[in-house]
């Protein structure tokens, strides 16, 4: 056994705290080591082919890398061992920056022995570490997008273009998402509809994707490559194959205009058959089982008005939800966001005083196809004096920490729509700061000032309270002048979706501090999850504008795609195996597993390879040890630990 130590300064990141020319001579002396070195940077170009050049001309079988964390360069130096023509799992990584040199970064000795020891243990492992095969499957040459918003929209447009089938799942009656809501785009102020719908459209038209609205995924089995999952599609009450979109049905309504109207934030209504907004694809009509006469009673009248109404006889109260299964390789989440509800923030007065209102609200107030068709207007009268008030649920330490990042420019652009649509109305911004990051923002944010909005800065824990006085609005700032408001707009957060809890369990991908959809690593793979073969896209990933959720919705797609290129993909050896002598067939690692991976066979635990991720968690439940995990074993970890406690004892 020939093993290979190479220690990495990482710039000043590891060198500056480790003395690295010291672990590397002491790693010289440890157990089956025949070569030790340290080099500035082990990732680099001239790093790996020092290892390679070591694992050729001196015969290495065993590789031990100390520089930074696994989850960041593991695959890089497995690579790199495994084109020197050893095996890569024969490959082991001690993390002596994350683990050391950022943990003890005043105490240089004290950091250097840890070094010392860490790469001691990663030795004692490598010694035990045997090669393993990969091994690889088919991938079904399909893929399915849950969501339909712009993220979703353009994630199913470009895996569609690259030739394969794409499912796109939406919950709501229609594609749009909540672009469909806003009715101008910063910095441009292009209209949000001009630029959203031709691409709904072109989801409807585009002959590789099946578009399935108002449904949900309601279960996810299998493995990338290999997914099956369970649809259920709604009841509509209407059949979508005969509905022409009349919309003579919501006309005869009992109902008519005297349902909320969700699309528009309640601000108007609707009938209790409807559909969401005019351009919505596709333009079929729901009948809302919640408001329904009919379908809450069972008579509305001698007989349901709508019924008559339908020339296509397309209205079907008999309709019963569907359940179907979908065979993919890939999965995109795009399952969008929430807005925050101030009302949990009393002090702004919202829900209790009509003149305050959330900036989405403000958006249908604003649009042409909102319930004042485009008119600002609050109880019935035109503004003269418009308050906007920023971070209401963002940038809070009991609530939403981070920062939203879209909702300083949307402000901007609501005030340059005020100012815009009634010109001389005095508008006034509190704003702890102003974060005008994209491009055209800044120019953006200078031009709304240039129009005579007024900005005032407050700190984020200084005190701010909305009071009602008759038909105003009082708005109380600490450090500023009470302000007399006609209304008062809140620019809320954006927020993971409420029923985030169902669809992690479903999808079965965790969350992050901040409550989104945890990604790999942020930077270097951003739309990747835990779980092979699904990918992250837009604001469920992260609060985004518009553009960047673009992006971000592009990347997935690209990388959706690729295993359905390949036609086949490795599965990764590190899983686990059962020692069959040692199973007593208890079933404590099926209940453990959560990736349902392991069932009993004959009593045995027996674990499926395909599905099994090597998270460990049925070793660490075993109480016999007959079930272990393939470069992770009992074995490994008891002499790891022994040779970190061999000068102790």
């Known amino acids: 056994m020939k093993i290979g130590v190479y220690v990495c300064e990482c710039g000043t990141n590891i060198s500056g705290t480790v003395d690295v020319a010291d672990v590397a001579e002491y790693a010289k002396s440890l157990p089956n080591v025949a070569v030790s070195k340290y080099y500035k940077y082990m990732c680099s170009d001239p790093g790996q082919l020092l290892i390679k050049d070591d694992i050729k001309e001196l015969g290495l079988t065993h590789v031990v890398v100390a ?73 079904t040459p399909a893929a399915l997008v849950i969501g339909g918003g712009i993220a979703g929209i353009q994630t199913a447009l470009e ?48 002959p590789n994707i099946e578009l399935l609205t108002y449904s949900e995924v309601t279960g996810i089995d299998g493995y990338i490559g290999n997914f099956t999952v369970t649809v259920k599609k709604k009841a509509r009450y209407v059949d979508i194959e005969k509905c022409v979109g009349c919309g003579l049905c919501a006309e005869a309504c009992r109902l008519k205009d005297r349902v909320d109207d969700e699309f528009n934030e309640n601000l108007g209504k609707r ?72 009302s949990q923030k009393p002090e702004y007065g919202y829900g209790k005083i009509k003149n305050v209102i959330t900036g989405m609200e403000f958006e249908r107030l604003v649009s042409a196809s909102g319930p004042t068709e485009g008119h600002i207007e609050i109880n019935g009268k035109e503004p003269e004096k418009v308050v906007f008030i920023q971070c209401v649920g963002s940038r809070d330490k009991e609530g939403n920490e981070y920062c939203s990042r879209v909702c300083c420019m949307y402000t901007a652009k609501h005030a340059h729509l005020v100012r815009d649509k009634i010109p001389g109305a005095e508008v006034i911004v509190y704003n702890t700061d102003v974060r005008a990051y994209g491009k ?25 309270e909305v009071v009602e006085n008759g038909d105003k609005a009082i708005v109380k700032a600490e450090g500023h002048p009470d302000i007399e408001a006609d209304l008062v707009v809140l620019a809320t957060a954006i927020e993971q979706k409420k029923d985030i809890a169902d669809i992690s369990k479903v999808l079965k991908i965790s969350r992050g501090a901040d409550n989104f959809f945890l990604e790999i690593h942020p930077k270097l793979r951003p739309m990747d999850t835990a779980t092979s073969g699904i990918f992250l896209g837009g604001c469920c990933q992260g609060p985004k504008d518009i553009p960047d959720t673009v992006a971000q919705a592009s990347g997935a797609a690209a990388k959706a795609t690729i295993p359905l290129a390949q036609g086949k993909i490795d599965l990764d050896p590190q899983t686990s195996f059962v020692i069959e002598n040692n199973c007593a067939g208890c079933g404590l690692c099926v209940e453990a597993c959560p990736y349902s991976a392991i069932e009993l066979m ?6 499926n390879e395909a599905l099994c991720r090597g998270c460990g968690l049925c070793s660490a439940t075993c109480r016999s040890g007959a079930i272990q995990l393939k470069g992770l074993t009992d074995h490994q970890l008891i002499s790891m630990i022994k040779s970190s406690l061999s000068e102790v004892f």
């Open 67 to 139: 520089s930074c964390s696994p989850r960041m360069h593991e695959p890089t130096f497995r690579t790199v061992v495994e084109e020197a023509g050893m095996n890569a799992y024969c490959f082991e990584m001690a993390n002596i920056r994350e683990h050391c040199s950022w943990a003890h970064m005043h105490e240089k000795f004290k950091a250097t022995e840890k070094a010392k020891d860490l790469v001691k243990m990663s030795v004692a492992k490598a010694a035990l570490l045997e090669p393993l095969e990969k091994k690889q499957v088919p991938v």
């Open 159 to 206: 895996i569609a273009e690259s030739g394969f089938k794409t499912y796109l799942v939406e919950s709501t009656p229609s594609i749009g998402g909540r672009m469909a809501q806003l009715d101008k785009t910063f910095p441009t102020m292009d209209c949000s509809a001009c630029i959203l719908t031709p691409k709904m459209v072109d989801v409807a038209r585009h």
């Open 271 to 342: 009938s209790a058959i409807y559909v969401p907004f005019p351009q919505a694809v596709p333009l079929k009509y729901t009948i809302d089982p919640e408001k329904c006469i009919f379908l809450k009673t069972g008579k509305c009248g001698d007989s349901p008005p709508c019924v008559g109404a339908c020339a296509a006889d397309a209205i079907n109260h008999q309709q019963e939800d569907e359940i179907i299964e979908l065979d993919v390789g890939t999965i995109v989440v795009a399952t969008g966001f929430d807005l925050y509800d101030p």
């Open 440 to 464: 055209g923002f800044e120019e953006f944010y200078v031009r709304v000032m240039d129009e005579g909005v007024k900005y005032l800065r407050r700190e984020l824990d200084d005190q701010i």
């Open 602 to 607: 004959d009593g045995k635990a027996e674990v």
